[in-house]
């Protein structure tokens, strides 16, 4: 039975699911796929940083998202041990609740907008697919998977195979691949990844406990790095834990548990996940009609937590472009800046994870058989490879550069400025207003979020000596795009931000600011909208004529990227 949909998804991980509820929100009508029958049980990812957080916040689900993980109190700090009753150095980290005091006492763009959060992706994606599913525009469809599609210049026809092996054809003016890192979409477009793959592969034990967090012998963190390499990590609900390791998975692991983590307490086995190490960027984001977006392509080493929350960045940046290339009012350069935007971000995170990924190898290389020692001299030895511990394993836990500092100066759709581009270090947040940068968060005198006040479309912020406006927003009417005028008598604003007039995109990246509105109006809207000329998106066609199955290949690996993020 043929369908029509505006956008189809295949995969329904954080990406896909992201992509899902923003799209629905915009009132775009979307098919999500899973070939699951229903979201995974493996812990995987567990750190949602404070940018994925924000995005989430304006979705309406962060404080849904808080209930089902980490309480606000609980500590988040790291531990370098030799096991958990023998530490090596304890790096101390905000709890949430003490990020929200400094966030609330915080005013000059430096602090995200929202604190981190510990939520296991086991209790993530079932929140984000009932966020779906109650979305009128949104089908969800678990249990049904993408094994064939064809594009051609109206849309892509894709070909699914449902519950007891029944086939249907639907059809959607732009497919999105979210299917992992052994991608079927983008195997089947012979898009290659790019990188080092098959680092290391490792086991993911995951087991429960209803005692074990109280009676942790060295304290309460969230991660256990361990001198032989090993690594136990809490998940959110205190119960759940994982231990990754390299031995077989096939190993006795209640033994190997005990060993890491003395005492007495109760312990269960669930199940063992194995997984490689892989840092590796598809060399292309998009072919045509069909976009790709998360594992499908950035596989990256987990220590650092960029994986998951590059995936929730290429989703927030894809959906409002694929809602104005749908809804007629984004040209064709606006879906080709996808492409140009994440794909730098992607090569970045990638190398930051492999930089992360050395200060634990650097401080473990230091190791001796003395920190096993009893006595003085274990003591001793431990003493003395604790400032290395303590300065190399911040290397995992700390990039807030990567997280809130990456921007899209250079993009087709930036009004970009002449000089050097906004700042994009890897551990330290510079607040730019640039356009191309994520505008920084600030508080308004009454003691609103001015993100709070952003709507779904384009922002006109017009702070104080701002001009008038009008002109502008004309312009953004004449093309029926969604503009907000917001204007604001914050002069704090205007001495952050750099200009007292800002255009912010959907996703609350600036796309110019100045003095002054251009002497072209009409040639901004039309550079921020995608329309370097006016040609308009070709409508979808009815039809599904014509496709061919594409049967994946049963020996293809799938990649279950698990792990132990920042």
């Known amino acids: 039975m043929n369908q029509a949909y505006e956008v189809v998804i295949s995969g329904a991980g954080p990406a896909g699911l992201t992509l899902a509820i923003d799209l629905g929100r915009r009132g775009v009508r979307t098919l999500l796929l899973e070939r699951n029958a229903e979201p995974g049980p493996w812990p995987k990812m567990e750190r949602t940083n404070a940018r994925s957080m924000e995005i989430y916040r304006r979705l309406g689900l962060a404080d849904a998202i808080r209930e089902v993980g980490y309480g606000p109190d609980t500590s988040m700090d790291v531990f370098t041990a030799v096991d958990l009753a023998t ?4 790096l101390r980290y905000q709890t949430v609740r003490e990020q929200r005091e400094w966030i609330a006492a915080t005013n000059d763009g430096s602090a995200p907008l929202e604190p981190y959060q510990l939520v296991s992706q086991y209790a993530l994606e079932p929140l984000l697919k009932a966020a779906a599913e109650a979305l009128p525009s949104v089908d969800v469809r678990f249990g049904h998977e993408t094994v064939g599609f064809e594009q051609d210049d109206g849309g892509v026809c ?34 290659a990844l790019e990188g080092r793959g098959r680092l290391a592969h490792m086991a993911q034990v995951q087991f429960r406990s209803e005692q074990l967090y109280d009676r942790i012998p060295i304290g309460k ?5 361990l001198a032989d390499g090993a690594i136990v990590v809490v998940q959110g609900n205190r119960t759940d834990f994982t231990l990754h390791t390299s031995l077989p998975a096939d190993s006795d692991f209640v033994p190997v548990i005990r060993g890491y983590i003395p005492g007495d307490y109760d312990l269960q086995v669930l199940r063992v996940n194995e997984w490689d190490l892989h840092l590796l960027v598809a060399e292309r984001y998009r072919e045509r009609r069909v976009f790709l977006a998360g594992d499908a392509v950035h596989l990256v080493i987990p220590t650092g937590g960029l994986g998951m929350n590059t995936a929730v960045g290429d989703a927030i940046d894809l959906g409002w472009k694929l809602a104005g290339a749908v809804q007629g009012w984004g040209g064709p350069a606006l879906l080709d800046s996808y492409e140009h935007e994440r794909r730098r971000v992607g090569l970045f995170n990638r190398d930051a994870s492999g930089w992360a990924s050395q200060g634990p190898q650097r401080w473990r290389a230091a ?3 003395a920190i096993h020692a009893a006595g003085d001299e274990g003591v001793a030895a431990r003493a003395a490879l604790a400032p290395l511990a303590d300065v190399e394993q911040r290397r995992v836990h700390e990039m807030a550069g990567a ?6 100066a250079g993009s087709p759709v930036i009004a970009t400025e002449p000089g050097p581009e906004p700042a994009w270090e890897l551990n330290t947040y510079v607040p730019s207003a640039q356009p191309g940068a994520r505008l920084p968060h600030m508080w308004l005198r009454d003691g609103r979020a001015l993100f709070d006040l952003v709507g779904d479309g384009y922002t006109l912020l017009a702070l104080p000596a701002a001009p008038d406006i009008e002109a502008l927003v004309d312009a953004f009417a004449a093309r029926d795009v969604p503009l907000q005028a917001l204007v604001l008598d914050e002069p704090a604003l205007a001495r952050v931000y750099g200009a007292p007039l800002l255009l912010l995109r959907p996703d609350l990246h600036v796309a110019w600011r100045g003095e002054h509105l251009p002497a072209d109006v009409e040639a901004l809207v039309a550079r921020v909208t ?24 049963a020996a293809a690996p799938a990649l279950e990227t698990a792990s132990s993020e920042g």
């Open 87 to 90: 530490p090596i150095a304890r």
């Open 158 to 191: 894709v070909q699914v195979r449902g519950p007891g092996d029944d086939t249907q054809r639907v059809r959607g003016q732009y497919l999105v691949a979210c299917d992992g890192g052994a991608s079927f979409i983008r195997k089947t477009l012979g898009i």
């Open 221 to 225: 963190g969230r991660h256990y790095y």
């Open 367 to 369: 190791v001796t058989p």
């Open 403 to 408: 997280e809130l500092g990456y921007h899209y």
């Open 530 to 553: 995608g329309h370097g000329t006016d040609s308009q998106p070709v409508s979808a066609k009815d039809e599904c004529a014509g496709i061919r199955e594409l049967i994946i290949e």
